[in-house]
């Protein structure tokens, strides 16, 4: 597929930032104090989801999805920028990253940096493609719920997609969500699995924005209005699938039919999601901070493909 008009704005972001510096940051850390540290205090909260008391870190404890851990759990600390996440809880307890997937290569070299011991306690929750090469090891939550401003509440529906966790604290995560947040979870327990679930949740996050927010700086649509008034608009979302789907499916067909992901089903994965928030309006700023990880993770698909193609063409050739 040609993506080049999909994405006729996109341009790759590989000024990668550097890691703190350890010393400094060391020092910072042993003269701060417990004021320094943003913690829940909601007494209402769920005993089920805080029968641990020792703490756990958020790291983007400031965002939107961070904030809702820690104003819900009592023993969440949200992570200063200046203290490096993982020495503020003990092993064995989770390292919420609920920052734009563009931070989460620096937040993970920064973890096992100090203590390389802590990476399976990491717990990525996001839009981002998950690595085998550095997340394996670690919980994944793929949310299919929306908090569309800092402490609001989650906004979801009974018709949207369940929320997807994977790994060591698979039954934490759930029990807060499903408890205290009222969202659906669904467990996997398959590496595989959770990597084509989180490349179909990307495919939604690389396609909605662009969608919602035309190039004539023209007010954004809801997500109900792609769907129930604007036909134009269904019609391109439609589009950019057909054009993404091949690569979708050939990262992680597995030489199955069965695990390929027919346009139906993605059709409707897509609506039953937006509609679950008819009136959100996916974020473009976040968007474009992450493009190199949403847009882009589909360009270099489609190159790597092309590549491939073009070089057995030349082989080809050559042997006849």
């Known amino acids: 597929a040609d993506l080049s008009g999909a994405f006729f704005f996109f341009s790759f972001n590989n000024n990668n930032q550097n890691l703190r510096n350890h010393d400094k940051v060391l020092s910072i850390l042993g003269s701060l104090s417990a004021d320094d540290f943003q913690q829940s205090g909601n007494d209402s909260e769920d005993e089920a989801c805080n029968n641990n008391s020792s703490p756990m870190e958020v790291v983007g404890a400031s965002g939107r999805i961070g904030s809702l851990f820690v104003r ?45 011991i802590r990476s399976d306690d990491i717990v990525w929750i996001g839009n981002g493609l998950v690595s085998s090469e550095w997340q394996e090891d670690s919980t994944i939550i793929l949310p299919h719920f929306g908090v569309l401003e800092v402490n609001a509440d989650p906004v979801t529906s009974p018709i949207s997609p369940p929320t997807y966790i994977y790994g060591k604290h698979s039954k934490e995560m759930g029990n807060f969500l499903n408890r205290t947040c009222n969202i659906q979870i669904e467990y996997i327990d398959s590496w595989t699995t959770i990597q084509k679930l989180a490349a179909r949740k990307l495919l939604w996050a690389s396609c909605m924005w662009l969608v919602c927010h035309d190039n004539n700086n023209n007010k954004p649509l809801t997500l109900s209005k792609i769907y129930n008034n604007d036909a134009e608009k269904e019609f391109t979302l439609i589009q950019l699938i057909q054009e993404l789907l091949p690569c979708l499916n050939d990262a992680y067909n597995n030489d199955d039919d069965d695990s390929l992901f027919s346009l139906q089903e993605i059709l409707n994965y897509m609506k039953s999601y937006s509609l679950s928030m008819p009136n959100a309006i996916p974020s473009k700023d976040l968007a474009l901070i992450e493009l190199n990880d949403r847009n882009g993770v589909w360009l270099r698909m489609n190159n790597n493909n092309n590549n491939q193609h073009s070089s057995s063409s030349d082989e080809s050739i050559t042997e006849f």
Request: charged share 20%; proline share 9%; aromatic share 8%.
């Open 72 to 116: 819900k759990l009592k023993n969440a600390i949200g992570v200063p920028r200046t203290v490096f996440p993982g020495t503020l809880s003990n092993k064995d307890r989770p390292i919420v990253v609920a920052t734009p997937s563009r931070e989460w290569y620096e937040i993970y070299n920064d973890i096992v940096c100090i203590n390389s």
